[in-house]
């Protein structure tokens, strides 16, 4: 799955991408400038940095979500064809900004770099007749109460709501409905049928609905039910 224009938050404090705005898409459509004011944004950025290219004594313009709506921001919009220092809050939320291309120096899964990340002044792109049609991404947490990004590692998500996740993948999604609260802690072992991705979740209550979603990082889903405490819930591929 695509992700160098999604900005995901990590739960444990700020984090820092450099990224390219002007991205060209598959489809030939132009880049267009981005409103940085927005709710869904600002929710999820604590602040923009641009260098000042014309080394006029000012190291950086920039942007920070504080300062919108008094006039001592610098810029309030991503303009196409220039590079950005974004600030992350904390969080598990994650924001898709179709025309950014976020870079990184080592590969990873969350961020799975493709062709698209050049520079060019034309975006008319036709792909080459034998490329197969990419299948979308389902939908996996449609009508769930809650969904949380997973870090792939053993010291876990913050707890949302009753639940907290450690394991499965640095950037997958684990959904599931709200739990009936009681302070009383349960652990779920859960992995795939072939044992590809393993986690565990721990909860303080009881679950409204057992049912659970994982949405892998390759974009599959899986479901399973937390019902054994002792033993691995099986994630099957739906």
Same mark, same amino acid.
């Given at each position: 799955?695509?992700?160098?224009?999604?900005?995901?938050?990590?739960?444990?404090?700020?984090?820092?991408?450099?990224?390219?705005?002007?991205?060209?898409?598959?489809?030939?459509?132009?880049?267009?400038?981005?409103?940085?004011?927005?709710?869904?944004?600002?929710?999820?950025?604590?602040?923009?940095?641009?260098?000042?290219?014309?080394?006029?004594?000012?190291?950086?313009?920039?942007?920070?979500?504080?300062?919108?709506?008094?006039?001592?921001?610098?810029?309030?919009?991503?303009?196409?064809?220039?590079?950005?220092?974004?600030?992350?809050?904390?969080?598990? %939320?994650?924001? *898709? !900004?179709?025309?950014?291309?976020? &870079?990184? /120096?080592?590969? =990873? @899964?969350?961020?799975?770099?493709? $062709? +698209?990340?050049?520079?060019?002044?034309?975006?008319?792109?036709?792909?080459?007749?034998?490329?197969?049609?990419?299948?979308?991404?389902?939908?996996?947490?449609?009508?769930?109460?809650?969904?949380?990004?997973?870090?792939?590692?053993?010291?876990?998500?913050?707890?949302?709501?009753?639940?907290?996740?450690?394991?499965?993948?640095?950037?997958?999604?684990?959904?599931?409905?709200?739990?009936?609260?009681?302070?009383?802690?349960?652990?779920?072992?859960?992995?795939?049928? %072939?044992?590809? *991705? !393993?986690?565990?979740?721990?909860? &303080?209550? /009881?679950?409204? =609905? @057992?049912?659970?979603?994982?949405? $892998? +990082?390759?974009?599959?889903?899986?479901?399973?039910?937390?019902?054994?405490?002792?033993?691995?819930?099986?994630?099957?591929?739906?």
């Amino acid at each position: 799955m695509e992700s160098n224009h999604i900005i995901y938050q990590v739960p444990h404090g700020h984090s820092f991408i450099l990224g390219f705005y002007g991205r060209c898409d598959d489809e030939g459509n132009e880049c267009a400038d981005y409103d940085m004011t927005i709710r869904d944004f600002r929710n999820v950025v604590d602040s923009v940095y641009q260098v000042d290219g014309e080394q006029s004594g000012t190291t950086f313009g920039w942007y920070k979500e504080s300062l919108v709506g008094t006039g001592l921001n610098h810029f309030n919009k991503l303009k196409c064809g220039h590079l950005y220092y974004f600030v992350i809050k904390p969080g598990v %939320d994650k924001i *898709i !900004i179709p025309h950014l291309y976020i &870079t990184n /120096n080592s590969a =990873n @899964k969350m961020y799975s770099f493709d $062709s +698209t990340g050049r520079i060019t002044n034309d975006c008319d792109y036709s792909p080459p007749v034998s490329t197969p049609t990419p299948t979308p991404v389902k939908d996996c947490c449609d009508g769930m109460d809650n969904s949380v990004v997973t870090l792939g590692n053993q010291v876990g998500t913050e707890t949302l709501k009753g639940l907290k996740t450690f394991g499965f993948e640095f950037g997958g999604l684990l959904c599931y409905d709200n739990l009936t609260e009681t302070g009383l802690p349960s652990r779920y072992n859960f992995k795939t049928s %072939d044992s590809r *991705i !393993i986690g565990y979740i721990t909860t &303080t209550g /009881n679950f409204t =609905n @057992k049912k659970i979603i994982y949405n $892998s +990082t390759d974009g599959n889903c899986y479901i399973g039910s937390a019902e054994l405490e002792t033993e691995f819930n099986i994630l099957e591929k739906g």
